[in-house]
């Protein structure tokens, strides 16, 4: 069995706590019966939109993606027909890391 957090309880703290007011925005991702590491980044995105530029720069070093979230990745810009640039901006990646990404997985 694989220890990993609950990211709908974690996240259902945050908004009770912290973010009544986006409850409603959220509820769609929390409803899902598992979470993806994209429904996790775009809930991240929906709370802490308006964080820190250095906040979103500490944070974006200590992420990492496994084999499956970068199949992902990458089927999200074939379906959406972006250049390495415009998927390195919207998921906050270098385009060395997506580059690299399309040569070790070919989609």
Request: with cysteine; aromatic share 12%; glycine share 0%.
């Amino acid at each position: 069995m694989k220890n990993t957090p609950d990211y709908k309880k974690f996240f259902n703290d945050i908004i009770n706590i912290k973010f009544p007011e986006k409850k409603e925005i959220c509820s769609h991702l929390l409803a899902k019966s598992n979470l993806t590491v994209l429904d996790i980044i775009d809930l991240n995105e929906l709370l802490f939109r308006n964080s820190s530029k250095e906040n979103s720069v500490f944070n974006q070093k200590h992420r990492s993606y496994n084999e499956s979230v970068i199949y992902q990745i990458l089927e999200y810009q074939k379906k959406n027909r972006l250049n390495n640039s415009q998927l390195a901006g919207h998921f906050k990646l270098s385009r060395n890391t997506v580059t690299k990404w399309k040569n070790l997985f070919p989609v």
